[in-house]
């Protein structure tokens, strides 16, 4: 039983490009989330999902897409990377809500 | 809409020293009270939690009671650690049907030294 898991653990990009973010859940739970963590900032909910096949928006979604396919996975989505998405990447499922080892991401 | 505040860090604390983190709530209804721990490098881990007024959440020596009329989840220790060095958040989960989205506050850094 993994919990939560996170792909990659870091990455570096430039500034317009283009990667996605997977994280898996191997506890059957239906509602996923996507976070970012600034320093001050607490963390912040960018997109979440109830479901297979549905997504939402959270609190600070622009520059993100998502996507559930399947129940167990939930991709995050940056089709042109700002170095204001400079942050640390949290994906959690729930309930209860469980949370992965985070991915460090740097835009530069 | 939901906000969760706590006190601002860093706080520093001496071995066996107690702590009180504050966090106070605005949301509508009653939603449940969450206190997460963050270790350096690592994810976010449930540390204690309360569901309805009056209730105590406690786990590895910490504790947080639910008070609806101050809307207030502070976290206390009577000793801390070194071990227990890390970042604190104070969250809070709307009541009802929904997604079980948390709301967090913007987290209290605790070092405590030898």
């Known amino acids: 039983n993994a919990g939560v898991t996170q792909t990659p653990k870091f990455r570096v990009l430039k500034t317009g490009q283009s990667m996605t973010l997977l994280c898996a859940q191997d506890m059957n739970h239906e509602y996923m989330y996507w976070y970012r963590q600034d320093p001050g900032m607490g963390l912040r909910l960018i997109h979440y999902?109830?479901?297979?096949?549905?997504?939402a928006k959270g609190e600070v979604p622009d520059g993100y897409n998502v996507s559930r396919l399947k129940k167990q996975n939930f991709l995050l989505g940056l089709e042109s990377a700002a170095p204001s998405q400079t942050s640390v990447y949290f994906c959690?499922?729930?309930?209860?809500?469980?949370f992965g080892p985070g991915t460090r991401l740097t835009v530069l | 809409g939901d906000s969760v505040t706590q006190m601002e860090g860093p706080v520093t604390l001496s071995e066996e020293a107690c702590l009180t983190i504050?966090?106070?709530?605005?949301?509508?209804?009653?939603?449940?009270l969450f206190w997460y721990v963050q270790y350096p490098g690592e994810g976010l881990q449930l540390l204690l939690k309360a569901t309805k007024a009056d209730d105590k959440g406690s786990n590895k020596g910490f504790e947080a009671t639910y008070r609806k009329e101050t809307t207030s989840f502070h976290l206390e220790k009577g000793s801390v650690q070194v071990s227990d060095s890390a970042v604190y958040f104070c969250?809070?989960?709307?009541?009802?049907?929904?997604?079980?989205?948390?709301?967090f506050g913007k987290g209290t850094k605790l070092s405590v030294i030898p």
């Open positions: 959690a499922s729930s309930y209860p809500t469980t």
């Open positions: 999902s109830v479901g297979e096949g549905t997504t």
């Open positions: 504050n966090c106070t709530y605005t949301a509508t209804g009653y939603p449940s």
């Open positions: 969250a809070l989960r709307r009541s009802g049907a929904g997604s079980y989205q948390l709301t």
